[in-house]
């Protein structure tokens, strides 16, 4: 085991001469293992170590007699130590956490508060690591979940993370080493005691050497993430000015998703894997995500990041439609022409870079409106036999940066046109059409000289 400690370390970099170590002490097993570990390898590595005891405050009684126990190990071993004390049920009910993440806030709160200018060992070894792989599994994740816990974050380190808890055993029975056991560890209420006690064995029943094959894996893993990583710190620095991006568009989609996630998480925002997809998804194609409030992650295709964007009710802008250019946004107009039958080839023959959408023009009830999008929209399209939320065809096949300035029209009865996703059935032309609408959606500056045909 020590062995394995001072290969991780080296490899790490974990220590250098001088520095002083506390170790996080509970008085669980692998605790007590990496404190009598550093301890007896403090010569060798050139540290000084330290221990702190963190009371959570949940188990009473318990609680307080495994404060008492690290107390006495720290004596007998002429070890520095120091208990402090977290209410970890009050914070959970307060901040609305499972007393699991309260109680992990609080340690390493606590962790930070008496580390200035020292270096935090925490007990994580070989088991947690898989423990907390299959944990990132379960709840989704991408490289960096499979890499597991780091080796090193900052201040903290974690020397047993390549030892398998057996091997930790094995040295506490050697060493005649006693340590107290966690009630709450023997439950399945924690959710990653449901993985230890229950997946786990399943997977030694397939691979005995599971842990320690496993760590092999994930040590793969997470120098594969490395290699990323230095690929996203170059492309970051070189794209970033600390609020958007410039030129993000030309990197690998995984180094652009992670350069948005170091964006996010330096303003303190959330994402997921499905968040960050979306997101790249506009760096290249412009357009808008809601990330959190009045916070979107904004792409003109050239230039993204973050925007704040006041949330305010759409004005309802409308016209009478008539033959000719009809228009309600700045730079684009809906152009209408009523058509026979044998006018629809020369029509097509001299607008040949328009797109027409036909509909029969009898089939139309009441006066014609050209609108912008309204709330509660609903069309039955040509060809289809349910009626659709517009809302819902906008998101499925319109991209972001065109969905703002879309045209729709409607008769007396509704919705029979909706720029980019089509007509109305009960308004589509059939073979006993024999007057045609017809509508294109063109720029101010296109040339439509000739549109009107009677």
Avoid at 89 to 109: G, I
Avoid at 361 to 380: A, C, E, M, P, S
């Amino acid at each position: 085991m020590l062995e394995k400690i001072i290969t991780l370390v080296k490899e790490n970099d974990m220590f250098t001469a001088g520095d002083e170590v506390v170790c996080g002490l509970s008085g669980g097993a692998d605790s007590c293992a990496l404190l009598l570990a550093l301890n007896e390898l403090s010569g060798k590595l050139g540290i000084k170590v330290s221990a702190l005891h963190v009371n959570h405050c949940i188990r009473g009684a318990e609680s307080d007699r495994d404060e008492e126990f690290c107390r006495e190990l720290c004596r007998k071993n002429d070890i520095p130590f120091r208990a402090v004390s977290c209410d970890v049920p009050a914070y959970a009910a307060e901040n609305s956490l499972s007393d699991e993440e309260a109680a992990r806030k609080l340690r390493y709160a606590a962790f930070a508060e008496n580390s200035s200018g020292r270096k935090i060992a925490t007990a994580h070894n070989a088991d947690d690591n898989l423990e907390t792989v299959i944990l990132n599994i379960a709840r989704g994740t991408a490289l960096k979940g499979l890499a597991g816990i780091p080796p090193v974050r900052g201040n903290i380190v974690r020397p047993l993370l390549t030892v398998t808890r057996r091997e930790i055993e094995d040295y506490l029975r050697e060493k005649g080493q006693c340590y107290v056991t966690d009630s709450t560890n023997l439950s399945d209420d924690y959710t990653r005691n449901k993985i230890r006690h229950r997946i786990i064995p399943v997977l030694r029943e397939i691979n005995p050497s599971v842990v320690e094959t496993s760590a092999g894996s994930v040590k793969a893993v997470r120098a594969e993430n490395s290699l990323i990583e230095e690929e996203t710190d170059k492309a970051y620095s070189e794209s970033s000015d600390g609020s958007s991006f410039t030129g993000l568009e030309k990197y690998h989609s995984v180094i652009r998703r992670r350069c948005i996630a170091r964006l996010l998480t330096a303003n303190s925002l959330p994402y997921s894997q499905s968040r960050l997809e979306k997101a790249d998804r506009i760096v290249i194609s412009g357009g808008k995500l809601n990330i959190s409030g009045d916070i979107y992650f904004v792409s003109d295709g050239k230039t993204c990041g973050l925007k704040t964007i006041k949330k305010h009710e759409q004005q309802s802008v409308s016209t009478e439609l008539s033959e000719g250019e009809n228009s309600i946004y700045p730079g684009k107009k809906v152009l209408c022409s009523i058509a026979e039958c044998d006018s629809l080839k020369k029509f097509h023959s001299v607008h040949k870079k328009l797109t027409f959408y036909l509909l029969d023009y009898d089939k139309i009830k009441g006066r014609t409106v050209l609108h912008n999008r309204r709330f509660g929209d609903r069309i039955q399209l040509e060809g289809k036999n349910f009626t659709s939320s517009v809302k819902k065809l906008i998101n499925e096949k319109i991209p972001p940066g065109k969905r703002s300035t879309l045209h729709f029209i409607s008769d007396d009865e509704g919705l029979i046109f909706a720029e980019m996703l089509g007509v109305a059935r009960r308004a589509a032309p059939d073979k006993n059409t024999v007057k045609f609408m017809v509508i294109a959606v063109c720029g101010d500056n296109d040339d439509t000289a000739g549109l009107i045909v009677r």
